[in-house]
């Protein structure tokens, strides 16, 4: 497996991670790491158990065995607050805004600047809404509205700056281009580039094969709870990938004829 | 970079007639719009009822009495406002006025006095305390059913309306316990329960300078972080129309004399000369109202200014993505409720030294008044949606309609089909609003 350590210790690694509901195996024993400055792709059809893995490190899901070690060091991850402390940043494909907020208020939701009197700053938090915003898409005005009337484009910034201002070193989204036209898209790639260079680590889940292809460094597959293998996208073309996730059989199992039956 | 500049479409001057720009331009300076319609709806139900009445419906007299009547309601829908924000409802506080409004009578009546002396000039404020905590621990009993135990807030307060209901029968056997301490009865208003001319200035004044310390603050703020900033105009305006209003409330319940034979008495307990043309002792503002501006202060500085606040509307605009935010979502409505309670225990003693008694039927329906209050005033009971003076306005408009119709003489089943019509209409044209404004 290629999950072994060449670049010193991964910042991320889940050992045997396991959740179940009500005796249904949502994720069974799975292993996966994360290592700096790297996209990783983690990608299944639906109910692959993707979201679940990744809730479990983002805190919003108890996992009901398994290991999580950050930096090599194992931590205990229960809720989002644990997670956020340890530096992981989550985009969920639902955005996870309060709709009725304005964008400074969802930023800073839960990590609230307070005035010396413990009153909330909204003047300081707008300012550094404004400021990342200026960075992450200039054209964003609309700092005194609720998320609610802003377009699909624009509440996902306003996800991303989120997950981006609190010096996240692992990030993780979640269908992070879903909702996006080409252009955003495309400046959502952008900044996952430059997150990327600057050695955050980047856990991206997509159905978009192409997406991946793109940006991950490497491709996690899951099928129906368990992880089907881990592979470098350079070793794999996007056919093997796909029968990763179809039929759950790696680069070096599967057969010409099973190749051909994907397009079929 | 981050300084905006105004859209370009608003020109400075207003056109008149041209009422959608006026509405935007508003907006855009951060004046809610809405809240502007409702005063426009107050005043209209106000000249109204004016002219029905025949000239006595805009009288000191009036809306003195006005004030008080509404204070009750309004305090508690201060706190339902965050009820219904974060998505719940609390159909018992009509019942839990009962049960601590009835335990506050019993103390001061019954119970303290033999502990600690009838008279006892402390009694009323113990009374009070240990009114506020009871409402406290009732709020924070059932918000904490709702929040940990996951049972939804209109059964468990449902449940309350009954448990509590039955409680202020069995607190005192179904007596009426009267009459109050003689300090507690202050918390009603009645003939000596107000602040006086001097004292009511006094607030007036204070109350002018705070309202120009926080135009100014505002400003000063938004200067240093290069936001934009209103027009020093709108500024003045504002501020000058907020001074008016609070100078022109005070100069109305100055004009409100004690009734003529309690100014003999008065006088003749204080040895004051009685001048010609008979004497004129003005009331000035009723402690009721003094309690519910202090209440309103309060909830909206907790509203807006701290993070339980902002919690509770987040909770209300998307539960999950509080909770993913980190929030302690339980503790939070936890103390939603017990807030609520604690602003029924303040109600519940403002209604019984006002009435001077207690009765196991104290607090009936104000439940469904309170709620009203908040909806009429631009709450939202799908959540996330709702403000402190809004709910404040809502109640004054309910008790305008109410006594007003009183004034010209409509009957109380007729009173009830306008309430409840009114109640209706009022969330339509919320909801035909809110649909535009969307757009």
New interface residues.
């Given amino acids: 497996m290629s999950g072994t350590t060449v670049n010193g210790t991964p910042l991320v690694e889940m050992r045997d991670m396991s959740v179940s509901f009500g005796g249904v195996h949502a994720v069974k024993d799975v292993t996966i790491d994360l290592r700096p400055g790297e996209i990783l792709g983690l990608v299944g059809g639906n109910g692959a158990g993707k979201s679940t893995l990744i809730k479990t490190l ?1 805190g ?1 899901q108890k996992a009901d065995s398994g290991e999580i070690f950050i930096d090599g060091n194992p931590v205990t991850i229960t ?3 644990d997670a ?1 402390a340890y530096g992981i940043e ?1 985009i ?1 494909q ?8 304005d964008a400074p ?1 969802n930023m800073f ?4 600047l ?1 005035t010396r009197w ?3 700053d909204d ?2 938090m ?2 550094a809404t ?2 990342i915003m ?1 960075r992450l898409n200039p054209r964003f ?1 609309k ?2 509205e609720p998320v ?2 802003l377009s699909g484009g624009q509440r996902q910034s306003v996800a991303i700056a989120r997950a981006v201002h609190f010096n996240a070193r692992i990030l993780i989204m979640d269908e992070p281009t879903a909702a996006l036209g080409p252009a955003e898209t495309e400046q959502v790639r952008e900044l996952m580039r430059q997150l990327k260079s600057e050695g955050i680590g980047i856990i991206m889940i997509s159905h978009d094969i192409h997406d991946v292809f793109d940006l991950a460094d490497r491709i996690s597959v899951m099928l129906q709870g368990k992880l089907v293998g881990t592979v470098n996208k350079d070793d794999v073309t996007m056919d093997e990938v796909l029968a990763m996730i179809i039929i759950g059989k790696m680069p070096e199992e599967v057969t010409t004829k099973e190749l051909e039956q994907l397009h079929g | ?2 300084v ?1 500049e105004a859209p370009p479409t608003q020109s400075d001057t207003l056109e008149p007639g041209s009422r959608r720009s006026l509405g935007s331009y508003l907006r855009d300076n ?1 004046i809610d719009t809405r809240m502007v319609g409702m005063v426009a709806v107050l005043l209209a139900i106000w000249v109204a009822f004016h002219f029905l009445s025949g000239g006595t419906f805009i009288t000191p007299r009036n809306l003195w009495n006005l004030s008080v009547q509404t204070s009750a309601i309004a305090i508690m829908a201060t706190g339902m406002v965050l009820v219904i924000v974060s998505r719940n409802i609390d159909l018992s506080v009509g019942s839990m006025v009962g049960t601590v409004g009835m335990v506050m009578a019993m103390l001061q009546v019954e119970w303290l006095p033999p502990l600690m002396g009838s008279g006892n000039s402390w009694i009323w404020l113990i009374t009070l305390a240990i009114g506020v905590v009871l409402g406290a621990l009732i709020g924070a009993f059932q918000g904490s059913i709702i929040a940990y135990v996951g049972v939804p807030s209109f059964i468990v307060t449902l449940g309350g309306l009954l448990v509590w209901r039955g409680f202020a029968w069995l607190t005192a056997s179904g007596r009426t316990i009267a009459p109050m301490d003689a300090t507690f009865q202050l918390l009603g208003g009645g003939s000596s329960g107000s602040l006086g001319e001097t004292g009511s200035w006094i607030v007036g004044g204070v109350a002018c300078v705070g309202i120009v310390a926080l135009l100014v603050m505002g400003r000063r ?2 200067r ?2 290069g ?1 934009r900033l209103r027009p020093t105009w709108l500024d003045v305006v504002l501020g000058l129309l907020g001074c008016a209003v609070v100078l022109g409330a005070v100069w109305v319940m100055n004009s409100y004399y004690l009734p003529e034979n309690l100014a003999l008495q008065y006088a003749e307990e204080h040895d004051i000369p009685i001048p010609e043309g008979g004497l004129q002792i003005p009331l000035g503002i009723p402690y009721p109202v003094l309690i519910l501006i202090g209440v309103t202060l309060v909830m909206s ?1 907790v509203t ?4 339980f606040g ?1 919690y509770v ?2 909770i ?3 539960p ?8 302690k979502t339980k503790r939070t409505l936890v103390r939603v409720f017990m807030t609520m309670g604690i602003l029924v225990a303040i109600s519940g003693a403002v209604s019984i030294a006002r009435l001077n008694a207690a009765v196991s039927g104290l607090g009936t329906l104000n439940e469904l008044y309170v709620i009203a209050a908040a909806v009429i005033g631009g709450t939202s009971l799908s959540g ?2 709702g403000t402190i003076p809004g709910a404040i306005l809502g109640a004054l408009i309910m008790q305008s309609l109410q006594s007003g119709m009183v004034l010209i003489g409509v009957g109380a089943p007729v009173q009830d089909v306008v309430l409840g019509v009114t109640l209706v209409v009022a969330v339509a044209i919320d909801t035909i609003y809110r649909r535009r404004a ?1 757009r």
């Fill in positions: 983002a919003a809720t989002p607050r956020k989550t969920y639902t955005l996870a805004l309060a709709d009725n907020q208020s939701l839960g990590r609230e307070r413990g009153t909330l003047s300081a707008e300012d404004r400021k200026g005005q700092f005194k609610a009337s | 970079m981050s905006v951060e703020r938004r240093k972080f936001f500085f807006n200014r701290l993070r902002r509307f987040s209300g605009g998307n999950e993505a509080a909770a993913l935010a980190g929030i996330g949606i969307a």
